[in-house]
């Protein structure tokens, strides 16, 4: 059974004068359920946006996080437009995409933020028509008077870094535009790179390196008392005849091997 909801796109304040919201998902104003017979407003929906926006008239900043592939541009619009009216600062943040429809809402945001590893994707509007062939026409005509209008809203975004001609390029290619290219364009304002600290990485690989120095000294040393204890096991004996006359000195027994022994214990 589907949900009532497609999903939870605001969240209560994290803080007094603060209202967190989010788009995570296809921007549309709602679906029919089959299943149970009705139909269900979106949580993407402008009407939606209007109703939670008009319960924190007060707020002082709104946090926008964006990760949407588009949708229906007369919500986006709409949304766009509820946010440039609402007296807080907003900052938009794209999480991951913004596309389409999506990115043409962060223009009514103060502004913009993108992680370095976040793309917007920009494109003229498309739309699906059946008819005969003069309402095919009024409709592409329709189509492009549509896109005109909304060209404005990226023009206004950008401040002055892109022309009217540079913005008309980038829709009809449907650009995909990195952080530093929306950077550069003004369709964002700030790039946020995650620094890694690698302090306690190199300290922990110097730890590391003076360990094995060590390691291999102390190697070294144990391989030159081996070869010393060798040595003196393998050492000739020089054996003198006894004078003539004089007497033998008993043979003494056998003495144990004490530098094998020891290095047998060394190496054990």
């Known amino acids: ?58 707020v002082k900043f709104i946090n926008l996080y964006v990760n949407s592939n588009g949708g229906e541009v007369t919500e986006a619009m709409a949304i766009r437009n509820q946010l440039k009216r609402h007296p807080a600062y907003k900052t938009g943040y794209v999480d991951g995409f913004a596309c389409s429809a999506a ?21 003229n509007m498309w739309t699906c028509v059946c008819g005969n062939y003069k309402e095919l026409r009024k409709a592409a005509d329709d189509l492009e008077q549509i896109s005109i209008g909304n060209r404005q809203a990226y023009l206004e975004k950008s401040n002055g870094k892109m022309t009217e001609d540079q913005i008309i390029e980038i829709l ?49 040393a144990l391989v030159a008392l081996k070869q010393s204890l060798i040595q003196q096991h393998n050492k000739p004996t020089i054996e003198t005849e006894p004078e003539p006359g004089s007497e033998s000195e008993p043979t003494p027994e056998p003495k144990e091997n004490v530098p094998q022994k020891l290095f047998l214990s060394i190496f054990k």
Request: net charge negative.
């Open 1 to 58: 059974m589907p949900n009532k909801k497609i999903w939870i796109s605001l969240k209560q304040a994290v803080a007094a004068d603060t209202l967190d919201m989010y788009i995570y998902d296809y921007i549309q104003s709602g679906y029919y359920d089959w299943w149970n017979d009705e139909y269900v407003e979106s949580e993407t929906s402008a009407n939606y946006f209007k109703e939670e926006l008009a319960k924190y008239p007060d």
């Open 103 to 123: 990115s043409f809402i962060l223009t009514g945001c103060d502004k913009v933020v993108m992680y370095s590893n976040t793309m917007q994707m920009l494109h």
């Open 172 to 220: 009809e290619k449907e650009s995909w535009l990195t952080a530093k290219q929306c950077l550069e364009l003004g369709l964002a304002d700030e790039i946020v790179a995650e620094e890694k600290d690698l302090t306690s990485a190199q300290q922990i690989a110097q730890k590391i390196n003076r360990t094995l120095e060590q390691q291999v000294n102390y190697n070294k």
